[in-house]
Each structure stands twice: as structure tokens, then as C-alpha cells.
């Protein structure tokens, strides 16, 4: 008997070995797999837009003409990181933060929590993510490193990237990722959780593991609603690349937290399908939205589900896409940013896109006042000059109903170099919206930021809110690098904006 015991514990060991043995294939590259999957149409942050030689050409001659800014932190901005993990001396970019997410606990407007990438690699995914908890409205933070997932922090995977979070009741809080690795196809969306509402995380729980697809730009949502059938269960979405040249938006849900997973449901397998963003509204009806790329057309789709997640509608169409991205920068052209509201369930969904301003991106919005069923024409709401980009938005409303959107701008910087951080708020549901309001004094240099494919910021932001008040984060580079002064580092910063 103590023969069979042990060997019905060795068999999935065994297995798990075998697999990861196989798994491990000499001068695999994810990169290069991933290089390969575009020529059939397939879509990733980095090949959103074509790049113009032209116009990258002319940009990269005003660099040598521009000067940086001072440093120094501008009035009223908080800054949230402080680089946790130690250069390591491999070629991932040390002191570099990129690609922030933002959550505030329901329960609790003062709990905020906050992730963000770490060491960023030159082309794909960093060491490892962070996350940094505010009990104060964003005055002080408290930075941990995600554990178990990377071998930075104590994992099996080399890297990871797209860090997203959300609050659940209680102050639980739900940190989803990737890991992935560079020279294996072992890959996969990963869920962590924590009880004391970002101090400290779970080991993550592998919502989709796989070796035959990679999986890509996962996020995550808790349905919260008192009146919901559905209260506490939590969505996982993310796309996957195929080896039979699909790109599939998916989507799954958990009953008891992070333990256990449905089977998830394809949204969409036509065309390229990148950049889910779930939201839960009145009722526990779950929405999603994201990018398709249908043969020459860049889409934004939207679909729903009015039974917890089981089935979803057929996907239909928010707009057509015109996104041109930033010279010289990989800003997440196109990918949306979506928001609901709470009181009558209007979504709200914005992104950049050149159409208004020939070819120069600006933000633009599109919104539902039928539960997704039919969208708004787009509207501009970034102002300043049409000769100024505008890029990676942010969206989300307050309980009263405010709809505010954060987003970079270039406006003051005739190199294109030097961005600000701006917010522009709708009082009146997305129909009309305030001046633009300038959050950062003194504009910073894109040129310190990480690299990846370009200048990288991050293909999105975060955007938070409470009664009347707006928490966007964002990456700068104000602060002199520890490392090689004078040079800056980029690093989250936010800024608490209350409103009359």
C-alpha cells in the first residue's frame, strides 16, 4: 500500500516534469514565434499602427534640437514608486516603470491600490510587476513586489507583463498578470489575491496555463453590485495567439475567488482580437470591450452577458479605429479604455485616433446609453492644438456620475518630446466636457522613459475615483536616476483632483 501511495504522488510529478522537459525547446524565442505570427495578420502592443519613416525620420532630427527640462517633482504630484528590485545586469532597463493600473476600494475611498511593470526588457514583458498601496487618498504608499511569479520575485516564469487590478468586497483585492519566458512556450494568465487589500499577495493561480498559444493583455473586474445574482464573482479576459493563426478575445469567471475557473467562452475569433477591458454594471450584466483587427479595418467591439458570464451576446461595433500613434513612441495606439456607470449603466468607452486632426492622434470617445446595443458617433474631448498628440487614455466615472479621462499630451512641447499629464471632466454624461486641466506644472522628457519599440509610457494608464475626486497615474520622469546621474528615471506618480 505504501508502494502505491507513493506512486500515485510521483505520477504528477513525473508528468509535470516530462512536460516541462518537452516544453523546453533549444533557440526557442518567444519573439521570434510572435515575429513570425504577424505575417498572417496576428497582433501585438508592439505592431498596432505601421511605423512612418517618414515622420519617424523628421522626429528623431528634432531630438539632438531639444533640451530637458529641469528635474524636480511639480507641485501636487505624488510620487508612488521607488524601484524595489535591484539591477540584476542582464538587458532588462533598470529603474523603469511603465504601464500603471489603478483600483480604489469600494468600501473605502481613501484605499487605494496601484501596479505597474518593473525593469522593463527592450522587447517584451520586465522582471516583474509591483504593486503600491495608498490608506490615505494617494498622500503615502506602501510598494510590494507581485511574489512567486518571476524568478525575480521567487517564480518559475522570466518574465511577465499588463498588470491590472481590482477591489472585490471587503477590501479583497485581485492583482491578474502574465508569465511567460523567452526561450520556452510555457505561458500563461496568472490571478493572485490578497485579503489585506494589497499589502500583501497571494502565490498566483494559473486561471490559463499552455504551451501550444501564447496568451496575451489579460485584466480583470469583481461584480460588486448588491442587486447583482452574481455578487462577488470575478472575470478574467485576455486574447491568445494560436499556432492555426487565430487570435481569440476570452473570457472566464470565478465563485470562490481565485481557486477555481470556468472553462472560458470566445467573444471573438475573427481577425486579430487584442486589449479586453471588462466592466460590471447595474444588475451584474457584464460588458466587454476591445480591438479587432478584421482584415484592413481596425474595430472596437463591444458584447455582453446577462447571465453572469455563461453566454455572451454577438459582438457588435463601437467604431472604426484611425489611430496613427506617437513618433518615435509605443503608446497602445488604439487600445481602448472603458468605464461604466454605476447608476444607469452608460459605458463609456475612449481611445486615440487621428481622424479629427490629419493623422495627429487626439482622444476620442464613444458612448451607450442601451447596454452596449448601440454606441455614439466618436467625439473629441482632448483640446489644445490639432498639431499636438494627445495619447493613452484613461476613462472613469464617479458615483454622481462624472465621467473624467486622463491622457498624455504633447501640446507643450514643440519637439514632441516633453509630455503632460491632463484630465478633462463631462458633467452632463458624456455629452459635453470641461477644459482640459493641466496636472503636471512642468512637463518631463519621453526620452528617459524605458524603451520598447520606441519610447514606452505603456500601452495604458490608470484612472481611479471616489465622490467627486479623480486619482490618475501615470509614468513621468522627474526624478534624477540613482544609478547614472543626471539622467532621469521614470517612475508612477499621481495626483488627487477634487471637483466642485
Known amino acids: 500500500m505504501k508502494k502505491l501511495t507513493l506512486l500515485l504522488l510521483l505520477v504528477p510529478a513525473l508528468l509535470a516534469l516530462a512536460a516541462w522537459a518537452a516544453d523546453r525547446q533549444p533557440g526557442f524565442s518567444r519573439t521570434r514565434w510572435l515575429e513570425e505570427q504577424k505575417a498572417w495578420g496576428a497582433r501585438t502592443s508592439e505592431n498596432l499602427v505601421p511605423e512612418n519613416p517618414q515622420r519617424l525620420k523628421a522626429f528623431l532630427d528634432q531630438l539632438a534640437r531639444t533640451k530637458p527640462p529641469g528635474t524636480g517633482i511639480p507641485k501636487g504630484v505624488i510620487r508612488v514608486s521607488g524601484d524595489i528590485l535591484a539591477p540584476n545586469g542582464g538587458i532588462a532597463q533598470p529603474e523603469t516603470e511603465t504601464e500603471p493600473f489603478f483600483a480604489i476600494d469600494p468600501e473605502n475611498p481613501k484605499h487605494l491600490l496601484a501596479s505597474y511593470q518593473e525593469d522593463r526588457f527592450p522587447d517584451e514583458g520586465c522582471r516583474n510587476l509591483t504593486s503600491a498601496v495608498s490608506l490615505n487618498g494617494g498622500a503615502s504608499w506602501q510598494e510590494s513586489l507581485l511574489p512567486n511569479l518571476t524568478v525575480a520575485a521567487g517564480g518559475q516564469f522570466e518574465r511577465t507583463s499588463d498588470p491590472w487590478v481590482a477591489f ?48 496575451y493583455t489579460e485584466a480583470v473586474v469583481v461584480d460588486n453590485r448588491d442587486e447583482s445574482p452574481y455578487k462577488g464573482r470575478v472575470y478574467v479576459g485576455w486574447d491568445s495567439i494560436t499556432s492555426n493563426q487565430q487570435q481569440l478575445e476570452l473570457i472566464t469567471y470565478s465563485d470562490d475567488g481565485d481557486r477555481t475557473f470556468q472553462p472560458p467562452v470566445t467573444l471573438s475569433s475573427q481577425g486579430a482580437n487584442i486589449g479586453i477591458v471588462p466592466l460590471v454594471g447595474p444588475g451584474g450584466i457584464v460588458h466587454a ?130 509630455v503632460d499629464e ?66 532621469r528615471q521614470p517612475d508612477t506618480y499621481t495626483r488627487a483632483i477634487k471637483l466642485r
Open 168 to 215: 472585490g468586497t471587503g477590501g479583497r483585492a485581485y492583482f491578474v498578470s502574465l508569465g511567460f519566458n523567452e526561450t520556452s512556450r510555457l505561458n500563461g494568465v496568472f490571478l493572485s489575491s490578497s485579503d489585506d487589500g494589497g499589502l500583501t499577495w497571494s502565490d498566483p493561480v494559473a486561471v490559463n496555463s499552455v504551451t501550444s498559444t501564447f496568451d
Open 289 to 418: 470591450v476591445w480591438l479587432s483587427y478584421q482584415g484592413l479595418r481596425a474595430l472596437l467591439l463591444a458584447a455582453h452577458s446577462t447571465d453572469g458570464g455563461r453566454t455572451w451576446s454577438a459582438p457588435v461595433i463601437i467604431s472604426d479605429v484611425n489611430a496613427y500613434g506617437v513618433n518615435g513612441s509605443r503608446t497602445g495606439a488604439g487600445l481602448p479604455s472603458a468605464a461604466i456607470d454605476g447608476r444607469n449603466g452608460a459605458v463609456y468607452v475612449v481611445w486615440e485616433d487621428g481622424r479629427f486632426t490629419s493623422g495627429t492622434d487626439q482622444i476620442v470617445l464613444s458612448r451607450s446609453t442601451d447596454g452596449g446595443q448601440t454606441w455614439s458617433a466618436p467625439q473629441r474631448v482632448s483640446d489644445g492644438s490639432g498639431a499636438a498628440a494627445n495619447f493613452t487614455p484613461a476613462v472613469a466615472v464617479t458615483p454622481e456620475g462624472w465621467v473624467g479621462i486622463s491622457y498624455y499630451s504633447l501640446r507643450n512641447s514643440l519637439s514632441n518630446v516633453l
Open 422 to 487: 491632463y484630465l478633462t471632466v463631462s458633467k452632463t454624461g458624456g455629452q459635453t466636457f470641461a477644459k482640459s486641466q493641466r496636472l503636471t506644472a512642468a512637463s518631463w522628457d519621453l526620452r528617459f522613459a524605458a524603451t520598447s519599440d520606441g519610447f514606452f509610457l505603456g500601452d495604458y494608464q490608470g484612472l481611479a475615483t471616489s465622490s467627486k475626486t479623480f486619482y490618475p497615474l501615470w509614468v513621468g520622469t522627474f526624478a534624477a536616476s540613482r544609478l547614472d546621474p543626471p539622467a
